[in-house]
């Protein structure tokens, strides 16, 4: 009989990344912590015929690269990781994370100017993905650090993973399957509009969607998934909107952020908690302070916050805005270092409207 990490890990290799005989696949890890779960990716990617290549990560290394590292250092991409972005036909990262605030205290300018020169790799990753050359996921194998960010137990975490990727189902690709089916339904119908608001608590914002393509996330490239999302037109937000739930990013929290965007830009940016961080990454770059995505969270199996933003934006009932890089496979052109998602809660209130008509109210799609 199968363990749970050899269902995630088959999850992983097959519905996910799609691993086919002959293909590089790179597997990676920020910690030891994982290692239950990267030894089965590693054997069912053998198993399959592909050739598994394992990048770990060590405790520590991070921090003491942004303490020391000089603005040369800073801006450096290596080589060999270049090659890898630009060889690997599959990417599989999971994160297993031994202390989720370890850049808390590092210079945000520092991360900023390391976040600019990433870029190009960010880049890269999603060309590839977008020509159908690379597959690549995000997963999390549970930890106690992830355990108490999200107030609860170890025991507790891993039950919540477990069912937030539907491992707890006999057959979670099928269940994935048929919630692809549902949300490219809500797709095909959003593909076909021009004009989407937002409205809520504090905010009242519109965006030009016309041209762009609007995805449905059903387990390909993020594990757990549930959101069906596009990138906006690049200057065409207008409005204000709130965020009422924590978002963090690399360690680090900004809390009930309330941004103003004219033409595409935010020019106007606050934050109860966080707020010279959240000015620093605004700042990040010439396309930071630009909308690369706007979606809405399905996964209903997620509906608390908990500090990890890979379960946090998929919450049934929530949508979330980033600030920064969009996707090229939706049409979007804008170009950043950054990719930060903002999280808002919908089910106080809530509503989208679609060139006009109310299509989601109180945290539910009405069509």
């Known amino acids: 009989m199968e363990n749970i990490w050899e269902k995630y890990a088959k999850v992983l290799v097959d519905h996910c990344a799609k691993v086919k005989k002959g293909e590089l696949t790179v597997i990676s890890t ?3 912590l994982s290692q239950p779960l990267v030894k089965e990716v590693y054997k069912q990617v053998l198993l399959r015929g592909a050739y598994p290549s394992v990048m770990a990560g060590m405790d520590g290394l991070t921090e003491d690269f ?3 590292a000089d603005d040369e250092q ?5 080589p060999i990781q270049t090659a890898i972005y ?4 599959n990417m599989i990262s999971i994160g297993a994370p031994l202390n989720v605030k370890h850049l808390a205290k590092a210079d945000s300018k520092k991360m900023a100017k390391r976040s600019s020169a990433t870029r190009k790799l960010s880049e890269l990753m ?6 159908g050359e690379l597959n690549w996921v995000i997963a999390d194998f549970p930890t106690q650090a992830l355990a108490q960010e999200a107030k609860m137990s170890l025991e507790e975490y891993t ?9 707890h189902l006999d057959n979670p690709s099928k269940k994935w399957d048929e919630i692809g089916e549902y949300q490219q339904k809500i797709a095909d119908y959003l593909n076909k509009v021009s004009k989407i608001r937002i409205k809520g608590e504090q905010t009242d914002i519109s965006f030009n969607v016309q041209g762009r393509i609007w995805k449905s996330c059903a387990g390909e490239c993020n594990f757990p998934d549930g959101e069906v999302y596009t990138s906006p037109v690049e200057d065409s937000a207008e409005g204000e909107i709130y965020f009422d739930y924590p978002a963090i990013y690399r360690g680090n929290e900004s809390n009930k952020i309330h941004l103003t965007l004219e033409k595409g830009k935010v020019v106007k940016a606050s934050a109860e908690k966080g707020e010279e961080f959240l000015l620093n990454m605004l700042d990040m770059d010439k396309g930071s302070r630009f909308v690369g995505e706007i979606a809405v969270g399905t996964n209903e199996m997620i509906q608390e916050i908990t500090g990890n933003i890979l379960f946090d934006e998929k919450i049934g009932g929530a949508i979330h805005m980033a600030v920064g890089a969009s996707y090229p496979e939706t049409g979007g052109k804008n170009v950043s270092g950054l990719h930060w998602d903002l999280i808002k809660n919908m089910k106080n209130g809530g509503e989208i409207y679609a060139d006009d008509t109310l299509i989601y109210k109180d945290g539910k799609f009405l069509i």
């Open 159 to 167: 039950e919540f993973l477990i069912k937030a990727c539907y491992l």
């Open 126 to 131: 999603l060309s590839r993905a977008a020509k």
């Open 86 to 89: 630009e060889k690997a036909q």
């Open 30 to 32: 920020d910690s030891h």
């Open 66 to 68: 942004i303490k020391y």
């Open 74 to 78: 800073l801006a450096y991409i290596s």
